[in-house]
């Protein structure tokens, strides 16, 4: 199956970011949520839908309705500037799969 | 502290088998939920490669299912990612990720390690 993410979403400091992430299997199956800056490894930060990591800041939150997640950043910051990554997984892990990722300008 | 630091092949020729460890400090092998691969070629997204579970079992991406091979050595606290035929298309970082110790079994990975970058060249 398939996640799809838009490919870039542009927003102005202190304003609200908000990436989604479609698929089918989503209303059965957790989505996670990664941010890889250029040259790092990705960093979880959204586990189960809705939860945050500890360490992750409080304006990272996620959300889920249907087939859609969402990411929203409230209050974005010139450092959240990064690639976002949806991912699932089938119930005992035999299959996973990411969005194709989200590129975060913030102007 | 789990820290995962894989190999550095750097470059592998067309055709032969590129071959990448994770060496895992500050957990054993032999207690994780799972242990996985994910790759990045250059400027794309994130793949998933496959993964393998505490029980043995191993789960591969389909795409990649008749050449890779996913297997961990609880002796040296490792674990290895085998792919076969290589062409320049599985040019791409290659990271070993993980889980941090848990009693609860959720798909993703929280532990990540730098990555490696391999070319595929002559």
């Known amino acids: 199956y398939e996640l799809t993410q838009p490919p870039s979403v542009s927003v102005s400091p202190g304003q609200p970011a908000r990436i989604s992430c479609s698929g089918d299997?989503?209303?059965?199956?957790?989505a996670y949520w990664y941010q890889q800056k250029p040259g790092q490894a990705p960093v979880l930060v959204i586990y189960?839908?809705?939860e945050r990591p500890s360490g992750i800041p409080e304006r990272f939150s996620g959300s889920s309705s249907g087939t859609t997640v969402t990411l929203t950043i409230s209050g974005v910051q010139a450092e959240d500037e990064a690639d976002y990554y949806c991912?699932?997984?089938?119930?005992?892990?035999?299959?996973?799969?990411f969005g194709g990722g989200t590129k975060l300008t913030v102007l | 502290q789990v820290q995962l630091q894989e190999s550095s092949p750097g470059l592998v020729k067309p055709s032969e088998t590129l071959s990448l460890t994770c060496n895992v400090s500050?957990?054993?092998?032999?207690?994780?939920?799972?242990w996985g691969w994910v790759r990045q070629p250059p400027g794309k997204g994130l793949e998933w490669i496959g993964s393998?579970?505490?029980?043995?079992?191993?789960y591969y991406n389909p795409s990649l299912k008749s050449r890779v091979s996913i297997s961990v050595d609880t002796s040296k606290n490792q674990f290895s990612l085998k792919l076969r035929s290589v062409t320049a298309a599985d040019t791409a970082v290659y990271y070993c990720?993980?889980?941090?110790?848990?009693?609860?079994?959720?798909?993703?990975?929280?532990?990540w390690g730098r990555g490696t970058l391999v070319t595929v060249s002559s």
């Open positions: 990720a993980s889980r941090e110790p848990s009693e609860f079994i959720y798909w993703y990975f929280d532990l």
């Open positions: 500050g957990y054993s092998t032999s207690s994780g939920l799972y």
């Open positions: 393998i579970l505490h029980s043995g079992t191993v």
């Open positions: 299997p989503l209303p059965n199956h957790y």
């Open positions: 189960k839908d809705t």
């Open positions: 991912q699932s997984a089938d119930s005992n892990g035999s299959s996973w799969v």
